[in-house]
């Protein structure tokens, strides 16, 4: 069965650090790979999404970039945070060759705290 | 006007009632939709996806309206466990792999 990781759980960075996240899926090849944020009381906003390596499409433009060196390898990065980039920040994965290829599975998530 | 909408509740329902969830979107050219419930502080799970003729898991039922772009959520007997938020899915029509979210409807159920 496939199962995906994210970590770390939770962090709490200062105003202008860097920022590195990640997500690791198992048990499926060739996934499809998303960056959601959740920020208090609102929906989830895609941020960027991935279909294989090398390749990211950013949904809206921010301080943050993302990278997949690995097929199953995602992460989520930023030179330096800003107040707003505080949030629940969550993976998800799809595998796109089935015929449930729009049902996305999410990570655990990682709950950042920006200071 | 959001790409979908929910009311945001809180629904507070007794054990055992029925309760029933609507969602709506704007773009009728979206083909897929989905329910996921959230847990407080937890990711969210896929619930069931949406089929045009309906479905029905245990005591779950979804329901698709094309014509007045609504989808339903009913909830059959509900326990204590059904308590959490339920976020209406739908694909948007340019990318059809791109999910839009809605912000949830919250549920409690109480003894």
């Known amino acids: 069965s496939q199962t995906i990781h994210q970590w770390p759980a939770t962090l709490v960075q200062p105003v202008g650090s860097p920022l590195s996240l990640e997500c690791t899926v198992e048990?499926?090849?060739?996934?499809?790979l998303y960056w959601y944020r959740q920020a208090a009381g609102r929906g989830l906003q895609l941020l960027f999404y991935s279909v294989g390596i090398g390749q990211i499409s950013s949904e809206v433009p921010q301080n943050l970039s993302a990278s997949r060196p690995q097929d199953r390898q995602f992460i989520l990065s930023s030179k330096k945070l800003l107040l707003s980039d505080s949030g629940f920040y969550l993976c998800?994965?799809?595998?796109?060759?089935?015929?449930?290829?729009?049902?996305?599975?999410f990570g655990p998530g990682t709950r950042l705290t920006v200071t | 006007r959001k790409e979908v909408e929910q009311d945001p509740g809180p629904f507070n329902v007794p054990e055992g009632a029925t309760v029933a969830f609507n969602c709506t979107y704007s773009?009728?050219?979206?083909?897929?939709f989905f329910w996921y419930r959230q847990d407080c502080r937890k990711e969210p799970k896929l619930l069931m996806s949406v089929y045009s003729s309906g479905n029905e898991d245990g005591r779950f039922t979804a329901q698709l309206n094309r014509a007045s772009q609504y989808i339903s959520l009913l909830i059959r007997d509900s326990k204590l466990s059904d308590s959490a938020t339920y976020l209406c899915?739908?694909?948007?029509?340019?990318?059809?792999?791109?999910?839009?979210f809605g912000t949830g409807t919250r549920l409690q159920v109480f003894p």
């Open positions: 048990g499926t090849s060739n996934p499809n």
């Open positions: 899915v739908v694909t948007g029509s340019y990318n059809t792999d791109k999910l839009i």
């Open positions: 998800a994965w799809s595998d796109p060759t089935g015929d449930r290829g729009l049902e996305q599975y």
């Open positions: 773009n009728s050219a979206s083909q897929s």
